[in-house]
């Protein structure tokens, strides 16, 4: 069932803000899915998913090689019988203060992210929700 990303209902909004892992699906170049887990925050005010990453991962070289207007991407997670997906344009963001934002989000639902001077944010501009949570 599709869900409008900043008017979700309050058990998917609680589902998003458990302690999950999730997938990330992005698109190599030659067409082929590409799917990892990944630690995956999501800002419903927003409708911001941020995934962090080094930038020499494949997922960020992934978005990154779509240029400005961005990849479209799915993450993922499961638990049980729920599960929810999002869905959106992603880009790869570099800045000092896009990825320290990112980290605090990523500390407040896992843990304090390793020290990575390498690290990128995968940020998603989520347009579609579907799920049960």
Known sequence: MAQDPRDLDDA???FWRERHISTLTTTRP???PHVVPVG???DPETGTA???TSRTSRKARNVAAAGAQGLRVA??????????TLEGVAVVRDEPEQVADAERRYEARYRTPRENP????IEIAVDRVLGRG
């Open 12 to 14: 998917m909004l609680a």
């Open 30 to 32: 030659d067409g082929s």
């Open 40 to 42: 995956v925050t999501f």
């Open 50 to 52: 941020r995934v962090i």
């Open 75 to 84: 993450v993922c997670q499961v638990d049980r019988a729920r599960w929810a």
């Open 118 to 121: 390498d690290r990128v944010v």
